[in-house]
């Protein structure tokens, strides 16, 4: 089946920190996007990716298609960066659905 | 612009007792989605519509029913609430048919059944 794999699971942060988020899927996609979800819920959209690099303030993200994996990179790290981040791809071949990864948890100390 | 509208935020729900969760969106979406989420995973899809008068199940498609009859609305039904159906529930909505585009979620219904 269709495998989405995040890493890490858990991430802490010291304010100020960088750090880099992986998503590795299992075949080749025609959608590739970013979630965060806030303490309080919300699914807010950081990028639309399916190839390619984009930068939106103190985040970037690359996806590699051809090699099956995504990285978001989060710069000078804030508290309100805390919460869980979501790789969701559509996988071709799976129709029209998107798969979502597990999450990786980032935790920002002040 | 609205984008993606969920109603209610918060439900609870008796066993048996039967509900509808409202979806609207105001960006002339052809696809629609429901996911829902349950602690520590990611989301799983429930069921999707292409257009009006078009659905289709998804992963986890059992105890809920959908139907499509405008571009904008795309209610979710429960029709026998049972407890393994405490989640939180998100609509979702992208241009076109295929979901080659962005997604935009709503804020999410937090329904618990006891």
């Known amino acids: 089946g269709i495998q989405v794999e995040q890493s890490p699971p858990d991430l802490i942060l010291q304010e100020g920190a960088n750090s880099t988020l992986r998503c590795n899927f299992s075949?080749?996609?025609?959608?590739l996007q970013w979630f965060h979800q806030n303490p309080w819920g919300q699914l807010i959209n950081l990028f639309y990716?399916?190839?390619g690099t984009k930068q939106n303030g103190r985040l970037s993200a690359t996806t590699v298609a051809t090699e099956r994996y995504s990285l978001l990179y989060i710069s000078s790290s804030q508290t309100t960066d805390s919460g869980v981040y979501f790789c969701?791809?559509?996988?071709?071949?799976?129709?029209?659905?998107?798969?979502f990864g597990g999450g990786t948890r980032v935790l920002v100390k002040p | 612009n609205a984008g993606v509208t969920q109603t209610p935020k918060f439900q609870v729900l008796k066993t048996g007792q039967s509900m509808t969760l409202q979806c609207a969106q105001d960006?002339?979406?052809?696809?629609m989605s429901w996911y829902r989420q349950d602690p520590g995973m990611g989301l799983r899809l429930i069921h999707y519509?292409?257009?009006?008068?078009?659905?289709d199940q998804g992963e986890v498609p059992n105890g809920y029913n959908v139907s499509r009859s405008t571009t904008e609305d795309f209610p979710l039904r429960l029709l026998s609430a049972a407890p393994s159906q405490t989640s939180v529930y998100f609509c979702?909505?992208?241009?076109?048919?295929?979901?080659?585009?962005?997604?935009?979620f709503g804020q999410g219904t937090r329904l618990t059944v006891v």
């Open positions: 075949d080749s996609v025609n959608n």
């Open positions: 969701a791809v559509q996988i071709k071949a799976a129709g029209n659905k998107l798969t």
């Open positions: 990716i399916p190839s």
């Open positions: 519509s292409v257009g009006a008068g078009i659905t």
């Open positions: 960006m002339n979406h052809e696809y």
């Open positions: 979702a909505s992208s241009y076109g048919q295929t979901l080659n585009t962005e997604a935009f």
